[in-house]
């Protein structure tokens, strides 16, 4: 019934409340600025949630197009109960409430064997939500949040998986692509201008991502969905973009992502013929030669020299970065010992972490394997590795069976950057980088969609 209500709505009418929303809010700000921010948050609620039931399309593109430019705002929002709603967390709320409105309303709606298990997965984390409010009170609300965050993740890939169809499969994956643009830009003009983040000494840039390390995440996905539209079109731009993703990788003077980005390379390289396999590996060489003349690398190489990784993390002199996470992983296996089997709670790590980062906050353990033993116990961390392996093994099970070629690459690439992502997550909080989440799932969401629409034999990439 509110399906068909909506349905009715005049073309014009998203725009004329638009309108009201904007001269609302502008009119209430005259008054007060608080209570005009208020009321144009409350306004454009009602707004997108129009937009959720009569056309969630509309809203879910640019939303998924513009996340990769929202970690700035990470420090602009309201704290509630000791958890703060920054921009990046409201459009997880709402990608969460919208996409659960469209699919509830799709009576076509399906739930392939992936989305099955991470729903599982998540079901089995509840309790641990409830666990890390328990033991730490109002401070261990931020479980709510980071399984809000991870439903947002799972409602990105069934509403992609769910929305893509014959007509509108390029406008996805131009959407996932125009994300780039924005970070790739702001990263380059931190190099120019070296306004990036500068660690010991070592610049690195970041663009709009919340960190080096997940800058060059998202740029190793990137670079491989940029690999595939070049092998399926053979256009001349892309391969302007792989050299600015390349460079901006290499600025980014990330250890994880060089050694995903090489990982990727050589899992891709696997299934390519003689002239790309040497292409590739010219590639990996270029990036050797890159990095040996690179003075920002040089500078990361010199600051372990000589480093006495034992004193360092006994008397937590923990200047470089091995020392930091040595020291973390340490102090957090300890901590694991005293609770082997129910853990402390999800998201608990950043409350009970004894090294803390520079703002005073504990830092995130850099290994997302740790977090889980620490958090859920050795039973919430076989779960989340079966949960990988399941995923791992499905991509690679449709990657075999599909038929159309450039459908059977993207699927590679994918279980590629996928592979990588767990690698890398063995030294990193890589389950945390949002930006690289909702992409690499919007991204395998269409690409299962068109391995359903194949078998169906409706769609050829």
Known sequence: MLKSAVNNIHPWAPSIIASAVVAGGMCAFLLSPAIGILILAGLFGVVAFTLSVHRFSIIFLPLLALRSSLDAFT?????????????????????????????LLDRSSVFPPIAVYYGLWLVILIPFVGLNIHNFGIPGVIAVREFTRLGAILMV????????????????????????IVPLAVGYYQLATQ?????????????????????????????????????????????????????????????????????????????????FKLSIALTILMLVVVLSQSKQVQLRFQELEGVNFQHNIQHLELADS?????????????????????????????????????????????NDYLKFLLETGIAGLGIYVLLNVLVATSIFGE???????????????LFAAFISWQIGSLSSNFLRATAFQFYFWAALGAALKCRRLEKAQQITL
């Not at 402390?344 to 850099?366: D, F, K, S, V």
């Open 157 to 180: 890939f069934l509403v992609t998986y769910n929305m893509v169809d014959t007509e509108n499969i390029k406008r996805f994956f131009a959407a996932i692509m125009l994300s780039l």
């Open 322 to 366: 091995i020392s930091w996470r040595l020291a973390t992983w340490w102090h957090l296996f300890l901590l694991w010992e005293d609770r082997p089997f129910t853990g402390y709670g999800l998201q608990a790590t950043n409350i009970i972490n004894p090294i803390l980062i520079p703002t005073g906050e504990p830092a995130e353990a850099h």
């Open 399 to 413: 990657y075999r069976s599909a038929r159309d070629p450039q459908l059977k690459r993207l699927l590679f690439i």
């Open 195 to 275: 306004t990036g983040m500068v660690l010991n000494d070592v610049h690195r840039i970041y663009g709009t991502i919340a960190h080096p390390n997940s800058f060059a995440l998202f740029i190793v996905l990137l670079f491989g969905l940029t690999y595939w539209h070049w092998r399926k079109d053979s256009r001349k731009a892309w391969l302007v973009i792989l050299l600015l993703e390349f460079g901006a990788l290499v600025a980014a003077v990330s250890f994880n992502g060089i050694i995903m980005f090489v990982l990727l390379l050589n899992i891709i390289l696997w299934q390519e013929n003689i002239y």
């Open 75 to 103: 420090e602009t929002g309201l704290t509630l109960g000791g958890v703060t709603f920054n921009v990046p967390a409201v459009l997880s709320i709402f990608l969460l409430a919208g996409g659960a409105i469209y699919l």
